[in-house]
């Protein structure tokens, strides 16, 4: 029996073996890893050489092997209570309180040709517009025309009664035909010698006053046939038919569309570059999405000594008719040629009372005493290595979604553009590949 006991312990000893030395080759596949049959293996070639030992000895070897494990379960006891404990304590505690890298979405900053622009506010003049009013007072007679005609240059618009006039016109035709009569009678009496040359003189004064009084009553007349001066557009009709309007009324208005003007004030300083030709821009609100070109017409003559601007007009082609006097514009003014200007996109700046800033995406640095790329995840709190720092910029003019930076920012670097809101100096933070949203179609007006 003992000596089957031996050779179990051996066989068990080299099956362990075995199999340990199988699964270190990727021989086999056994839920144990190798070092547990090397244990077993251990085990059992020690529980064998116990066995063979003499009586004495054996007791000794026993004695030796059982205060050998009590120190071990005694040492690893301590060692786990009062170092590697701690240390995992330590440690998880270290990994709950480091800040986590925060998503953020970044863009370069790259250079852009810009041209230097001048913008201003103004707004939309028509090219020629009156107020249709009657020079005389009277009745309305006759009305030819609807709110909102197109007419053409001498069309008819309203007709004031002149009855009247009418009837002092024919009286005054009466009396310049018996003026004309006068007039040569008394031509032949005179060359006959029959009458003095007086006489002739007075009758053609008299001729003379009955031709002026015909022509007096013909342009009253005429003053109540009102036409229009031009071609354009009417208003709305502000009379209605056997009104009395009086001098200066306004019975509507006609306005010429195309082309139309726009008025708008430039800093006096902007007389350095503006000149009349320029090419100009124009967007109205009333038409979102389209852009009108048109070129500066003329400038002012004086600077206004309250707000320092000056006046400038442009003309633009306007053959739908869509624009109207009255609009409010935006106006761009291109003064120069382009020039390479650094740009971010409107986003990526955080605006405040101290200042303007952006966080630029910089390597995190690497503690004292480890390799870099260990310490720049250590530093960052994960695996990307990369920690933002808040920057001062000076910006400068704003195109669109995309705004100059003057300042603060070299071309080429990471400006985050999204995400800023969980942001410090020196937080660690993780690019979101799958970029920003696309900007507006339209960009919102403060």
Known sequence: MRRLTNWLLLLLALAAAALGAAEQLAAIRTPLPPPAFGVIAAVCAGLLVIRILPSRARRAVVLAVALAVIVALTGGLAYFQFVFKPNMIKGAISAASAPKPTSVVVEAARIEKWPPQLTAIGTLRAYQG???????????????????????????????????????????????????VTLERAKTLNAGGNAPQSTVDAAIAARDSAAATVQHTRAVIAQKAIKAPFAGRLGLRNVDLGQYVPVGASLTTLQRLDPIYVDFPAPEEALASLAVGDEATMTVDALPGRSFTGRVMAIDARVSAESRNVFARAQFANPDRKLLPGMFANVTVTTGASADVLTLPRTAIVYSLYGDTVFVVEPAP?????????????AAGGASGLIVERRFVRVGATRGERVAIEEGIKAGERAVTAGQIKLQANSPVAIDESGALPPPAQTPKP
Request: aromatic residues 2%; charged residues 15%; without cysteine.
């Open 130 to 180: 009156v107020a249709i009013a009657p020079q005389v007072g009277g009745v309305v007679a006759a009305i030819h025309f609807e709110s909102g005609d197109d007419v053409e240059a001498g069309a008819p618009l309203v007709d004031i009664d002149d009855s009247v006039e009418q009837a002092d016109l024919a009286n005054g035709l009466a009396q310049l035909k018996n003026a004309n």
């Open 366 to 378: 690497a503690p004292s005493g480890q390799a870099p790329a260990a310490g720049a995840q250590a």
